[in-house]
């Protein structure tokens, strides 16, 4: 996806952030040891990324007011938490000062996992994010639940998976845009019936619905470009 970002005339960073990886979640090992990734972990991965590319915007070439996130099912979890989480500093209880806003320009969340509560949960997603022995904690899946924290001042968002999605839930997506709606957050959401899961930016998973997606996306981006420049010019 980065690469093709690239080909399209874009700067792309590729953020490989901290999970529990497979090893914690197949034999517990965190319930068992304790430590291992886990929330706040990611967030914190994903808000150094957005502090050093705005902070080096000039040696990178790009423009600090248009930092954005994409990411993909989990990772579409974690960039719509840092559309509406931006207002905790996860970089301070690290030793790290921050002087640039945390808070993405846009985010773009494919088909993502979104809820921790709702019977259309994502299980693995959420043991991954909490951790086997936080898993079960009431105030965490609560304030993970994206659903539930949809920021009105919050940045635009284009949102897209497939109803037929078999890993994800396709009401996860739908929850989001309810509540996106709700709050009047400025948005896109594209729904296709068939395309599953994963197919990210590889031809040969695209069925004839998905394969649009990239052109979509670029569609609204540049739109979205258009708008920004207008009101800075303003």
Not at 62 to 79: C, E, K, N, Q, T
Not at 104 to 117: K, R
Request: charged share 25%; glycine share 8%; with cysteine.
């Amino acid at each position: 996806v980065a690469e093709w970002l690239r080909d399209q005339g874009y700067a792309a960073f590729l953020l490989q952030y901290r999970t529990g990886g497979w090893f914690d979640f197949v034999f517990r090992s965190r319930a068992t040891f304790g430590g291992g990734n886990q929330h706040p972990d990611m967030i914190a991965d994903l808000q150094r990324s957005i502090q050093l590319v705005r902070e080096n915007w000039q040696s990178l070439g790009i423009d600090p007011r248009m930092v954005g996130a994409m990411g993909f099912s989990a990772g579409g979890h974690l960039v719509m938490s840092a559309a509406e989480l931006y207002g905790t500093d996860f970089l301070a209880p690290l030793g790290i000062e921050t002087t640039v806003s945390l808070r993405p320009d846009f985010v773009a969340p494919i088909y993502p996992v979104v809820t921790m509560e709702q019977e259309c949960v994502h299980k693995r997603s959420r043991r991954g994010l909490l951790g086997e022995r936080r898993e079960r904690n009431t105030v965490l899946r609560d304030s993970l639940s994206l659903e539930k924290h949809v920021r009105p001042d919050g940045p635009p968002v284009f949102l897209l998976n497939c109803v037929d999605d078999p890993i994800v839930d396709y009401r996860n997506s739908n929850l989001l845009d309810s509540a996106l709606t709700a709050n009047k957050v400025p948005h896109f959401f594209v729904q296709y019936k068939i395309g599953g899961h994963g197919f990210g930016a590889d031809p040969q998973r695209f069925s004839d619905e998905t394969r649009q997606w990239q052109a979509t996306f670029l569609q609204w981006f540049k739109e979205l470009l258009k708008s920004k420049r207008k009101n800075n010019e303003e």
